[in-house]
């Protein structure tokens, strides 16, 4: 079945470090791949999303690139802000299902 | 715009007694689901809808229930809590499952429900 393996956490990191949180996968057909964030005390929201092989999400100064070949999505940004401090959620949703299957969670701490 | 409303946010129970959390979207999405997030373990799909009166068992369906009788509704029901179900739920919906435009595929969550079972 369709698994989301994400780097285990936590994160710890000063204002302005380069970030990268791994994300590889496994899934039948053509998945859409998602990073959601969880902020302290919220639901999840969607961060960025890419449908198809090579696509690149973006938003909030945060990428993630969909690499076929090597089944990744690693999110990432250059320069992390105290208030990036969350929880990333790695996810994806196969061809053929409605289902969303999440990665474990990265919890992310910036420091100023 | 409220989006996905949960109630309770906090609940604390006893072994073997019942509740049911609710979930309401007024974005009119067809797709709505039910998930358990536990500390170091990411969400869980308890159930989901493809649209009302259509319901189907996720990942971990034992122990829960839910009915779709509406496109807002989804309500949990939890019949003989134990403490294997004290976690954070979820619920979230969508417009479609797959495809679709820009963006329809995509899930709104709820600001979850915290369940404590003593």
């Known amino acids: 079945g369709d698994s989301v393996t994400q780097m285990e956490g936590p994160v710890t990191l000063s204002e302005e470090a380069f970030l990268t949180i791994n994300c590889t996968y496994t899934a039948t057909g053509y998945p859409s791949l998602f990073w959601y964030v969880q902020y302290p005390g919220e639901g999840l929201q969607l961060l960025l999303k890419?449908?198809?092989?090579?696509d690149k999400g973006s938003n909030k100064g945060f990428e993630a690139t969909y690499r076929k070949e090597t089944t990744s999505f690693h999110l990432e940004k250059g320069s992390v802000q105290v208030s990036d401090s969350a929880v990333y959620f790695c996810a994806l949703r196969g061809g053929s299902n409605y289902k969303l299957t999440f990665g474990k969670g990265t919890l992310l701490t910036v420091n100023p | 715009n409220a989006g996905v409303t949960q109630t309770p946010k906090f609940r604390i129970l006893k072994i073997g007694q019942s509740m049911t959390l609710q979930c309401t979207q007024d974005m009119n999405h067809n797709y709505m689901y039910w998930y358990r997030q536990d500390p170091g373990m990411g969400l869980k799909l308890i159930y989901y809808?493809?649209?009302?009166?259509?319901?189907d068992k996720g990942e971990v369906p034992n122990g829960y229930n839910v009915s779709r009788s509406t496109t807002e509704d989804f309500p949990l029901r939890l019949e003989l809590a134990a403490p294997s179900q004290t976690s954070v739920y979820f619920c979230?919906?969508?417009?479609?499952?797959?495809?679709?435009?820009?963006?329809?595929?995509?899930?709104?969550f709820g600001a979850g429900s915290r369940l404590t079972v003593l």
């Open positions: 890419a449908t198809k092989a090579d």
């Open positions: 809808s493809v649209g009302a009166g259509i319901t």
């Open positions: 979230a919906s969508s417009l479609t499952g797959t495809g679709g435009s820009t963006g329809a595929n995509v899930l709104t």
